[in-house]
């Protein structure tokens, strides 16, 4: 077709259109093509294609970034076996809180324990959707971003879009700092955990790590740090401030910042509404309630029985391990009587106050500084108190000293906000005399002070006590603060009282104070029992059928041993009470009888009966073991004599009750009886305990024959003078005291408690001449028992079946003595039966070298 043809065939320009001629008539239009149609589905199927290819390489990009963040993600499946280091505490008897063993401060509350209006109120504060979700709350993520791009160029800080999962992620696994990396990584572990953990453990764990402020970790913390609540015991306002901690603790304290905290609390409040947490009037209610914040204080501890408590915590260790002990949570009641522990611990240090006064003389000041008026006050506030100095005694420093008083000044601070303000009082020369003799260099004491200068002068930083009103006006008018000088006893002692029934221990003091010195005295430190060992000697014969009244004689004994000849003595030496009864030899303490006994009965018998009651395991077979050479503890001797009082069974000491775990079970108990009933319900009626079998440490007659002849001793006997009958009720008991008197005793029960008394010096020295078991030992015990028994009735020893009880003479008058039935008419005298080896070598058995008797007068015994 030429040019010509296609201009013809093209419409005409009615612009160009001749004037006059008619206009021409306008078509139809035309319809699509197809190969239009074709063109727009290829545009779509190319766009499609390249969605496609896009989402690919997304997906592609996504799992590297997947796999690039979650390359070494920390272990999460400990988590579901994980309890929080918490802190476990120690009760005494009546619950007093005596010690906390922790390395971080927490209180874990097991999710069942958690009430659920706590678990609700965080959840519809930080996570409304935490029980639909699966780690990762999209929704949540869509409104953060929205709030995001609506406070743009604000200023303000985005809020979080973590969901309670991730939290948890991020607390216990990731860390928490600010970048996308560890947003991501937080992510993927949320969505791993949801799939290892359910939503209560995870919850739990929420709940138990999170930080509330004022060092909380924890709700159970934070209840009690700001209203001093347990959980169970908040409204539903305090409730909601908790819940509105978790964004930022500082930010809502309740009285720095009370109008913040009011309005998030306020906002907690609407989401607990929305949730239908609460009703419509709880949360008109709660909105109105003022925030007032009750912050708790920390618990007062016991002040006594420190010794006490660290031997339990010595047990603990040994039987749960350190981890376990310190962090594990445990709760343990320990069986200790704090009344009866502070009755002892006073006790023990009067007594080694007053050894300390008559034997110890005055060993000088604690150090020495200037006395100026300008310089004592900084210079005293620098000298550090004595290890072991009592809290009722003060560092003061010898202002003026004259020949009848001295002018002291010491800090006080009576007021915790301020500073230390001096004070000032006087001691007199009479509280001197007559005990404040100087010590000369060969340990002798030196002359009894006449004026005061010779013990103190200006400088001399001194240990003193402010006298009572009434003692301070004794002897002279009455005038402010009057003093009298102290100082540390050298000399150490030992105090232990349980009960004999089932072997709890309620009284321990292991010295003058745990922090002069950490060693126990009443656990670890291993001693002479001397004459308080005798009972043990005794026990054996009557065993064998041996009656009390039985006559032994008081005279001379020489044993040779390998290294030489040994003369026992009695405590009073070449003296001799020629025939006397088993009782009496007891109640004066006769060592020549004891050792005549011994050999008697065979130092076999009397060391099966030292194991047996548990005071020395595998004791020598020495006839000078009669007489207490051995080596035992004062808890030991406690347990022993324990066994006299509860008619024959061997008593296991122990300090622990029970034992529980952070969740409350009973992981360990003394009292290992059975309890079949004791999961029954309340309907099956109160549960009865299996008898149980005890191990017997002797028969019931022997035991009951012991506590007689104990009996003895202390109204007639050593201990007549210092105890007899004061305490107004049936006690028995034995004094003991070692060679050159380097160990006092006195051990001692009623029918409700035994009471074990030492005292001696660490590195064992001589007390002194004449320091007896009954002059030191048996006062303590006596104040110890007043005080444990006050108010309670006088009880009498049991008897036991199938004795039989005579009147016989006893000195000027006469007693009722228990027999072994067919024993009462048995009594002679064994001149001619104490025969350990004759001339020949023969003799009965016992250890080499140290059971030969030789008689100096003629006869054998």
Request: aromatic fraction near 8%; include cysteine; proline fraction near 8%.
């Amino acid at each position: 077709m030429t040019s010509l043809e296609l201009r013809a065939n093209q419409p005409l320009d009615p612009q160009r259109a001749t004037p006059g001629a008619e206009p021409p008539r306008a078509e139809p239009p035309a319809k699509p093509k197809k190969h239009k149609r074709r063109r727009r589905f290829g545009l779509f199927r190319w766009m499609l294609s390249l969605g496609a290819a896009v989402m690919l390489a997304g997906g592609i990009a996504a799992y590297g970034a997947y796999q690039h963040f979650a390359q070494d993600l920390p272990d999460y499946g400990w988590l579901a076996e994980y309890e929080p280091p918490q802190m476990s505490r120690i009760y005494a008897a009546d619950s007093w809180l005596m010690a906390e063993l922790a390395q971080e401060r927490r209180i874990f509350i097991p999710i069942e324990a958690i009430p659920p209006r706590v678990q609700q109120a965080f959840i519809s504060a930080e996570d409304q959707r935490f029980r639909d979700h699966t780690g990762v709350d999209p929704l949540g993520i869509l409104r953060a971003v929205i709030q995001a791009a609506e406070q743009y160029g604000s200023g303000r800080r985005m809020s979080g879009a973590s969901t309670i999962t991730q939290q948890v992620a991020k607390n216990m696994l990731v860390g928490a700092d600010r970048s996308f990396t560890r947003k991501a990584r937080e992510a993927i572990l949320a969505l791993r955990m949801e799939h290892a953990l359910t939503k209560d453990r995870i919850l739990e764990l929420y709940l138990n790590e999170i930080f509330l402020g004022q060092k909380a970790y924890g709700v159970a913390a934070a209840a009690q740090a700001y209203f001093n609540k347990s959980l169970d015991e908040l409204t539903v306002a305090e409730v909601a401030y908790l819940a509105a901690l978790p964004k930022a603790p500082n930010n809502y304290h309740p009285i720095r910042r009370a109008e913040a905290a009011k309005a998030r609390r306020d906002w907690v409040i609407e989401r607990m509404l929305e949730d239908r947490a609460i009703t419509a009037e709880e949360a008109r209610s709660a909105r109105a309630e003022a925030l007032l914040a009750r912050p708790t204080r920390r618990p007062d501890l016991l002040q006594v029985g420190q010794h006490f408590t660290e031997e339990v915590r010595r047990e603990l260790i040994q039987r749960f391990g350190v981890e376990q002990t310190t962090m594990g949570g445990l709760v343990v009641r320990s069986s200790l009587d704090p009344s009866i522990q502070a009755a002892a611990e006073r006790s023990l240090r009067e007594g080694l106050m007053s050894y300390d006064r008559r034997r110890g003389g005055w060993r000088g000041s604690v150090t020495k500084i200037s006395a100026n008026a300008t310089e004592w006050m900084p210079a005293l506030a620098d000298t550090p108190r004595p290890p072991g100095a009592l809290p009722e005694w003060r560092l003061a420093v010898v202002l003026e000293a004259s020949p009848q008083e001295a002018r002291l000044g010491w800090l006080e601070r009576r007021d915790p906000r301020r500073q230390a303000e001096p004070q000032q009082g006087t001691l007199y020369l009479e509280e001197l005399r007559p005990w404040a003799r100087p010590v000369l260099p060969d340990g002798r004491l030196g002359a009894e002070p006449r004026r005061v200068q010779d013990v103190l002068t200006p400088g001399d930083v001194v240990l003193v006590e402010t006298l009572p009103a009434e003692a301070a006006q004794r002897n002279r008018p009455a005038r402010p603060e009057r003093l009298a000088l102290r100082q540390i006893p050298l000399a150490e002692g030992a105090v232990v009282a349980l009960d004999p029934q089932t072997g709890r221990v309620m009284a321990m003091v292991g010295g003058w104070s745990l922090e002069k010195s950490w060693f126990n005295r009443a656990a670890q430190a291993q001693r002479q029992p001397g004459s308080s060992f005798k009972p043990f000697v005794y026990i054996a014969a009557l065993e064998q059928g041996i009656p009390p009244n039985q006559e032994i004689p008081d005279e001379p004994v020489e044993i040779m041993t390998p290294q030489g000849l040994w003369r026992p003595q009695n405590y009073n030496a070449n003296t001799y009470n020629g025939w006397v009864t088993m009782r009496s030899a007891m109640e004066g303490s006769f060592n020549l009888v004891t050792v005549r006994l011994a050999d008697h009965v065979g130092m076999a018998a009397v060391s099966n009966a030292a194991r047996r009651f548990g005071v020395i395991d595998n004791m020598p077979r020495y006839l000078a073991m009669s007489l207490g050479a051995g080596e035992t503890t004062v808890l030991r001797m406690a347990a022993g004599y324990g066994a006299f009082a509860n008619g024959g069974f061997r008593v296991t000491p122990s300090l622990i009750d029970s034992v529980q775990d952070r969740r409350g079970r009973v992981i360990w108990r003394a009292d290992q009886r059975a309890c079949a009933a004791c999961a029954s319900g309340p309907e099956a009626g109160p549960p009865r305990l299996e008898a149980g079998e005890r191990q017997r440490a002797t028969d019931p007659i022997s035991a009951y024959q012991m506590v007689s002849i104990l009996e003895g001793v202390v109204a007639r006997g050593t201990a007549a003078g210092t105890i007899g009958s004061r305490l107004g009720r049936p006690v028995a008991g034995k004094t003991g005291t070692t060679d050159d008197f380097k160990d006092n005793w006195f051990v001692g029960f009623t029918p409700d408690i035994v009471v074990s008394v030492w005292i001696g010096f660490d590195d064992p020295r001589s007390l002194g001449n004449n320091e007896t078991g009954g002059s030191n030992a048996a006062p303590i015990f006596r104040e110890v028992v007043g005080a444990a028994l006050t108010g309670s009735p006088p009880v009498p020893f049991r008897r036991p079946s199938g004795v039989t009880l005579m009147r016989v003479a006893v000195g000027n008058g006469s007693i009722i003595e228990p027999f072994r039935p067919g024993t009462e008419n048995g009594t002679r005298r064994w001149r001619d039966e104490f025969i350990s080896e004759r001339a020949d070598g023969s003799g009965s058995p016992g250890a080499p070298g140290a059971n030969r008797l030789d008689r100096d007068l003629g006869g054998l015994y």
